[in-house]
């Protein structure tokens, strides 16, 4: 069961520190999208190539092996696995910095999966454990506030530091402060006690159990779906706020940041409250929350890529940047009750798999492809229109979230079942 008797203050400074890791994971991701037109002009890539090194490179690592790192988690120290995972990471980011070639981004971006491998699912267990379930959502929801505000903070930083030095500084800059966080984490952040936690089950265990649930896969392919035009939307929307409406680099760091940040803290913590509210009269609303705000994202984005000024652009975009994210708090709770405590993290890991390596992987390379096949019919807007094609995943994912709520209410293991 969940630790009762670890203070709130302690459950607290956990919870904290953990959301600075998550925001540094999502830092060290969108800063390569504020900065794509430096990076493309110097080392002369297109579209396509970018969208390659924003997907699969990251995305292939940082799913697959999420997996085994959240299995290690279980059986011997999520915290550490955690603190090892944020080192990881910003050391590769800094060495982004150091790129001369598509080829070496591409290696260091791949590093950067590896590392960011190990700190999500992990986290979303050590949550778990020190949040009893009335709390636990929007203690999750506290937590997914890293990707907003991670999404802003790159966006603002990196078109900052880019600015005043260069590309290649950014990545130093954030890479240095993550290595530097990873021994604090290490220090503060502490396991649930053993005596309290249950041994984790065999990994041969977990993915056999959600394997038999259809609601997982439901679950699991809804989020991919959003994913895949979310992270596709966080790599480009920089780009088009540049060749579709004209603005410098400080100008769309700062119109991105605005709108991810209002936009996404607003939905985050919105979905994890609204889910603790509903979710214990109805655990079906933890699915249909998402559902209802991915089929307003969909057309929400189609009329802000297409405003005819910025002044329109602006309140049309934050309101798909606080739906698009809603889902973060109710899901991961959902999945976390559909195996028992012990499970949580290599459970956590199994659905990030499918999430990541569909929506993170395919996302941005999908984008970028399908702007660069555009780009002698549309020349500059080619992608704004690649960007509105791929919006139609968000009605994907709304279809198969309904599909998910039925089912969900009859799979929901409580705290007591190990």
């Known amino acids: 069961m969940t630790v009762t008797s670890t203070s709130r203050r302690s459950a607290s400074v956990v919870l904290f520190l953990l959301l600075?890791?998550?925001?540094?994971?999502?830092?060290?991701?969108?800063?390569?999208?504020i900065l794509a037109g430096p990076i493309i002009g110097e080392l002369h890539l297109n579209d396509r190539q970018f969208g390659l090194l924003s997907?699969?490179?990251?995305?292939?690592?940082?799913?697959?092996?999420?997996?085994?790192?959240?299995?290690?988690?279980?059986?011997?120290?999520?915290?550490?696995?955690?603190?090892?995972?944020?080192?990881?990471?910003?050391?590769?980011?800094?060495?982004?910095?150091?790129?001369?070639?598509?080829?070496?981004?591409?290696?260091f971006r791949m590093g950067v999966g590896v590392g960011e491998a190990g700190g999500v699912a992990p986290s979303y267990a050590l949550i778990a454990d020190y949040f009893e379930p009335r709390r636990r959502s929007r203690a999750l929801a506290i937590f997914s506030l890293g990707v907003p505000i991670g999404l802003s903070l790159g966006t603002l930083l990196g078109a900052y530091?880019?600015?005043?030095?260069?590309?290649?500084?950014?990545?130093?800059?954030?890479?240095?402060?993550?290595?530097?966080?990873?021994?604090?984490?290490?220090?503060?952040?502490?396991?649930?006690?053993?005596?309290?936690?249950?041994?984790?089950?065999?990994?041969?265990?977990?993915?056999?159990?959600?394997?038999?649930k259809p609601v997982f896969w439901l679950m699991a392919f809804a989020a991919s779906s959003s994913s895949l035009c979310g992270y596709g939307l966080a790599t480009w929307t920089p780009s088009i706020l540049e060749r579709s409406f004209h603005l410098s680099l400080i100008e769309r760091g700062q119109f991105m940041g605005s709108i991810v940040l209002i936009g996404g803290c607003t939905g985050v913590f919105a979905g994890g409250w609204l889910a603790d509210r509903l979710g214990h009269l109805d655990r079906g609303w933890y699915a249909r929350l998402a559902a209802i705000a991915w089929a307003i994202t969909a057309p929400t984005f189609v009329l802000g890529f297409f405003a005819p000024s910025l002044w329109i652009a602006w309140p049309l975009l934050l309101i798909p940047n606080a739906l698009n994210i809603l889902w973060l708090g109710p899901v991961v709770t959902a999945v976390q009750h559909l195996v028992p405590q012990r499970m949580r993290s290599t459970a956590s890991a199994s659905f990030l798999l499918i999430n990541n390596l569909i929506g993170l992987g395919v996302g941005p390379y999908l984008i970028g492809a399908i702007s660069t096949a555009l780009k002698q019919t549309y020349g500059t807007e080619s992608l704004r229109y690649a960007a509105c094609a791929c919006t139609v995943f968000y009605i994907v994912a709304a279809l198969l979230m309904l599909f998910a709520v039925p089912r969900l209410r009859s799979n929901w293991v409580e705290d007591s079942a190990h």
């Open 20 to 33: 600075v890791a998550y925001i540094f994971n999502y830092l060290d991701r969108q800063i390569l999208g």
């Open 161 to 212: 530091i880019a600015q005043a030095i260069s590309w290649r500084a950014a990545f130093y800059t954030m890479g240095i402060a993550g290595v530097l966080l990873a021994p604090i984490m290490l220090i503060v952040v502490r396991d649930v006690p053993k005596a309290q936690h249950p041994s984790a089950a065999p990994l041969g265990q977990v993915f056999p159990m959600l394997a038999r």
């Open 55 to 107: 997907g699969p490179p990251f995305a292939i690592l940082y799913s697959v092996l999420g997996i085994p790192f959240a299995f290690l988690a279980d059986r011997t120290s999520r915290s550490r696995v955690i603190a090892a995972a944020v080192a990881f990471w910003s050391a590769f980011t800094a060495l982004c910095g150091t790129a001369t070639s598509f080829w070496q981004f591409f290696l």
